[in-house]
C-alpha cells in the first residue's frame, strides 16, 4: 500500500469512528427517554398510557360541569380522542420545525399549528412570536362570479323577452290576417 492508500483509510476509519459515536450518544439519549417516560408512567399509575388520566378527565368534568359523570365507555373514548389530538399535534408541530430547520419543536411551532389548523388562540402566546398573515381573499372571485352570474341571467331574460315580443307580433299577425279573411 502507498502512503496515499494509508492516509484515506485513516481518514475513512477517523469517520467511522466518529459515526460511531455519534450512534452511541444517540442510543445513550433515547435509552434516557425511555427511562424517564417510563418513570412518568410510573408515577401516574395504570392509564393505559394516555395523554390524560381518568382521575384528571373527571376533576375537568367537575371543575366545568358540577354534578354530572361520565360514563366508563364515554371516558375511554374522550381519552383516545385527547391522544389522538395531541398526536397530530406533536407531528404537525415537528413538521413545522423541520420546515424552520430546527430539530427541536418550540412553542412557536405548536402555536402556529393551533392556530392554523385548529382556529385556537391561547392567551398569553399568541402575537408576537406567530406573524399573522392575512386570509386569502376568496371575496374577488366570488365577486366575479356573481358578476357573470348577473350578465347571464340578464342575457337569458333578454332573450326570452325578445322571443315573447316575437311571439306576441306573430299572433297579432295571425288575428289580424284572420280578420281580414272574415270581413
Known sequence: ?????????????????????AAQARLVAAQQAAAAAAAVAGK???????????DELQDMLKEFAPGLEFDSAVEDVLLEIVDDFVDTVLDHSLMLAKHRGSEEIEPKDVLMHLERQWDMYIPGYSGEEVRQYP????????NRMAAVRRSVAAATAAQNEAK??????????AKKGGDAEGA
Open 164 to 173: 315573447k315580443q316575437v311571439k306576441l307580433a306573430a299572433e297579432r299577425a
Open 44 to 54: 401516574r399509575g395504570d392509564d393505559g398510557g394516555h395523554a390524560l388520566t381518568k
Open 135 to 142: 386570509q386569502k381573499r376568496m371575496d374577488l372571485h366570488a
Open 1 to 21: 500500500m502507498s502512503g496515499r492508500q494509508k492516509k484515506q483509510t485513516v481518514e475513512e476509519q477517523q469517520a467511522a469512528l466518529k459515526q460511531r459515536e
